[in-house]
């Protein structure tokens, strides 16, 4: 079983660094300049946010997630904008990550709220952050309002849509749950900090393989997230790659012994069949649910960026893989390539 968890880990992480690499590396070497204006109508830092088994910057191994062997916040950092790449869990659930965002941009420590975490069995608050830009929301110098510009590439699309909508409409759950001098202000909402959001590759539908994985391994949510507390065990003073798993009491202590840190790991809440978890998130019934109280505001602007490596069979009139497809997602391309509205074939 050891092994077999450092077989599946060492492919996740590949999966992972692949898709962060070669996509973005092309897009980084093909870009124009365009330098930052100080005649363009606001100089909003821009906040580029990860997807599933994803890392900020470059905590693996010096691997730049946004730009593989080169690094696209340098790049934009140096053509003039502001530009920050932050680390949130790279498995956990939407809203777990979206509050981790918010207490990373405004500082102070993470409130997954209060009848969030009760309704999910975990810890109420997480790690504290120094905040990187503070007078988010705070009033400028010419009257106007500090804002931010939102990226999310995958499941970070999913988790930034989240957020703009927490900070607009608040949660009612959460204002009910919890005493006014004690909530977040993630929760309280009237906030039109965000000016745009745009998604790359956001399954902001769902994913067909999420669906799938659910159906051919019941235990998977089990599995990865075990898969993730056991790579804890390198040093938490400065492991290569950080699930952030801390609200489940996963983080592996300074001095804790292995046999300890396991136990912990085998009674924690995160072993039931919570949905508060990237991969119910991610399906398509995940995302229903989602969408149905996530929505639009009026005064965000919202892009969506789709990508496309498939063409139709001509027998089949399904889609299917085209031929410089990485070959590590063939499988999962001709499976998504097969489903008509959801269902197989």
């Not at 420590?109 to 309704?119: N, R």
């Amino acid at each position: 079983m050891e092994k077999l968890r450092k077989k599946v880990g060492i492919i996740l992480l590949s999966l992972t660094m692949l898709l962060a690499i070669y996509p973005q590396s092309y897009a980084l070497a093909s870009t124009k300049s365009y330098r930052a204006s100080s005649t363009s109508n606001n100089n909003y830092p821009i906040v580029m946010v990860h997807g599933l088994l994803g890392w900020g910057n470059t905590e693996l191994f010096g691997l730049n997630y946004w730009g593989g062997f080169s690094s696209l916040r340098d790049y934009l950092t140096n053509e003039g904008y502001t530009v920050y790449t932050p680390t949130v869990g790279s498995i956990t659930s939407n809203w777990d990550r979206a509050c981790e965002l918010y207490a990373y941009l405004k500082g102070g420590t993470v409130d997954y709220g209060e009848a969030h975490s009760k309704k999910y069995g975990h810890e109420r608050y997480g790690r504290t952050y120094p905040g990187v830009y503070k007078s988010l929301g705070e009033a400028a110098s010419d009257g106007s309002i500090n804002k931010v510009h939102l990226i999310g590439h995958s499941m970070g699309g999913q988790t930034i849509r989240l957020m703009t909508q927490l900070l607009e409409q608040g949660s009612e759950d959460e204002i009910a749950a919890t005493p006014s001098g004690n909530i977040s202000e993630l929760f309280k909402g009237g906030h039109s900090w965000v000016s745009s959001v745009t998604t790359l590759c956001t399954p902001n539908d769902g994913s067909p393989t999420a669906n799938k994985l659910s159906e051919i391994l019941p235990n998977v949510q089990q599995f990865v997230a075990s898969l993730g507390a056991q790579a804890g065990i390198v040093d938490s003073s400065n492991p290569c790659f950080d699930y952030r798993l801390d609200q489940w009491g996963l983080r592996k202590e300074k001095g804790e012994s292995f046999k300890d840190y396991t136990q912990k790991v085998n009674s924690s809440n995160l072993w039931n069949k919570t949905k508060d978890f990237s991969l119910w998130d991610l399906t398509p019934e995940g995302s229903k649910a989602f969408n149905s109280w996530v929505s639009a505001q009026k005064d965000v602007y919202y892009f969506s960026l789709a990508c496309q490596d498939t063409h139709e069979d001509s027998s089949t009139k399904y889609q299917v893989p085209d031929a410089n497809m990485n070959p590590l997602f063939l499988s999962s391309s001709k499976y998504i390539g097969s489903c008509v509205t959801n269902n197989d074939g």
